[in-house]
Every structure is written in C-alpha cells, then in structure tokens.
C-alpha cells in the first residue's frame, strides 16, 4: 500500500532563516505530488505541484521554491523565511490516472 | 474560473441526527468531485468521490454524497452523526492535475 511522509512535524523558525521541508511517498511511481499551505485552520492554498522529476509549476509567486530531485520526494524550501510563512504544511500525491489526492500527515511552521 | 462554494463555515447538529454539509461548484463540462475530512493538526482524509455512475455516492465512515447536476451540488450526508465526526470538512473538484477546494465546513457533533 501507499504512503506519504513528511518532516519535520513541527517547526519553530526565526525570520530570516532557511527552510526546507521534505515529503516522500512510498508504494507508488510516478505520482503528482503537491505542496498545500494552509493557514488559521481553514482553506488549503495550493503552492507547487509537480508531475515528474524536476518539472515544478508554480501557483503563487512568493519566497518559497520546490524540487523534486527524485521521483517520489518532494522538497519545500526557502531562502530566509518571513513572519507570513508561518502555517501548516501539507504534501499530497496523485496516480496519474486517478483524480484524489492523499495528503500526508503535515507539518507545522512557526516563524518567530 | 474553476470554483467550489461550500456556504456554511459551520454546521451543528445533534448526536444521532442526519448530517447534511452542502457543496456547489461552478459548471465546466463533467465535474469530478471530492469530499475530505480534516482532524485537528492532521492531514487530510480522502472520505468519497464522484467521477460518473450513480449519483449516490457512498464513502468511509458511513458518509455519502449526492450528485446533482441541475443544481450544480454535491453534498455530503450521514444518516445519523456521531461526536466523532466532528472536524473540518473540504469539498474539492477536479482541475485538470490539480483540485480546487472549497473554503471547509467545520461540523460540530453534540452529545
């Protein structure tokens, strides 16, 4: 069966710093994986999404990037973290001839 | 644009009582459509999807959910709700390789 990691659960930050946040999927090849952000507990913004090795789209122009440097891991970073990047964190992945997504587990980030 | 509405932030009904989270989506051809759940400090929980066939569509947890094309909804329906089910629900349609979702519904569950 399949299934999604991400880490690390929680994060406290200081403005300014760098991040990087990683997500694997197991049990799978050749998923779309998406990086969400979702903020006070409610709506989900989709940040990139990715349907293979180094092929990342962009939905928000911000200070966040993605990579995916191999086909089922899927890395968010950035170079020096603002207070409005605080949020959690949510990967998912997609079968490419199935619609869902299955998110994983997420990660907390809190900027300081 | 692709949309999904999900009207009410919060919907509150008694242990026992039928459920009903409503859902609407703007027209582009055949909507492919979702339901998620979401628990505190978690990730998301795939619960149904509709893609064709019946328009009752049943899910986990005892959760089901309506197509109707007319009325451009989905809601999302239990015969009887538990305390449980308390948490943050997503209606979410099909995009081309991405969802769009809906702004959550937070169900609360009365004892």
């Known amino acids: 069966s399949q299934t999604i990691h991400q880490w690390p659960a929680t994060l406290v930050q200081p403005v300014g710093s760098p991040l990087s946040l990683e997500c694997t999927v197991e049990g799978t090849s050749n998923p779309n994986l998406y990086w969400y952000r979702q903020a006070a507990g409610r709506g989900l913004q989709l940040l990139f999404y990715?349907?293979?090795?180094?092929?990342i789209s962009s939905e928000v122009p911000q200070n966040l990037s993605a990579s995916r440097p191999q086909d089922r891991q899927f890395i968010l970073s950035s170079k020096k973290l603002l207070l409005s990047d605080s949020g959690f964190y949510l990967c998912?992945?997609?079968?490419?001839?199935?619609?869902?997504?299955?998110f994983g587990p997420g990660t907390r980030l809190t900027v300081t | 644009a692709q949309s999904v509405a999900q009207p009410e932030d919060q919907v509150n009904v008694a242990e026992g009582n039928p459920l009903t989270v409503k859902c609407t989506y703007s027209v582009s051809g055949n909507p492919y459509l979702f339901w998620y759940v979401q628990y505190p400090n978690r990730g998301l929980q795939f619960l149904l999807k509709y893609i064709t066939g019946d328009n009752l569509v049943k899910g986990s947890y005892g959760f089901e959910a309506e197509f109707n094309k007319s009325q451009t909804s989905f809601h999302l329906k239990k015969p009887s709700a538990l305390v449980s089910d308390s948490a943050l629900y997503f209606c979410?349609?099909?995009?081309?390789?991405?969802?769009?979702f809906g702004g959550g519904t937070r169900l609360m569950v009365k004892p």
């Open positions: 979410a349609k099909d995009a081309g390789n991405m969802l769009t």
């Open positions: 998912a992945w997609q079968e490419r001839d199935r619609y869902e997504q299955y």
């Open positions: 990715s349907v293979g090795i180094g092929q």
